[in-house]
């Protein structure tokens, strides 16, 4: 690799890639590098480089994310359920009590 020679189509494809991936990403982890003005293979690698680590650091901070809250259903789950006291007395419907009054 040459930093100072022009990126081939084939970096600049993968550098296309990378920035569709990127919109992807939230705000926090989106480079500032405008991609169309990435022109040499140091550049490219700059960018690419950039972009991997951001994927890498929202997919490990999304694992953190889940396995705390798979931490707090497993805490709800644990709680003792209130039993319902039933007072003895039916519910009846707006329907019935009309046709009671008729």
Do not use: F
């Not at 920035?19 to 989106?30: C, F, G, I, S, V």
């Not at 690419?48 to 809250?69: G, L, M, P, Y």
């Amino acid at each position: 690799m040459n930093q100072d020679r022009s990126a081939n189509a084939l970096i600049m494809a993968q550098v296309s890639h990378l920035q569709h991936a990127e919109r992807r990403l939230p705000l926090k982890y989106r480079t500032e590098i405008y991609t169309h003005a990435i022109r040499t293979e140091g550049e490219a690698a700059e960018y690419i480089r950039e972009v991997t680590e951001a994927i890498h650091k929202a997919h490990a901070d999304a694992i953190k994310r889940r396995s705390r809250r798979g931490l707090e259903i497993a805490a709800a789950a644990e709680r003792p359920k209130r039993k319902r006291v039933s007072t003895g007395k039916k519910k009846t419907s707006q329907l019935a009590k009309s046709k009671k009054k008729r």
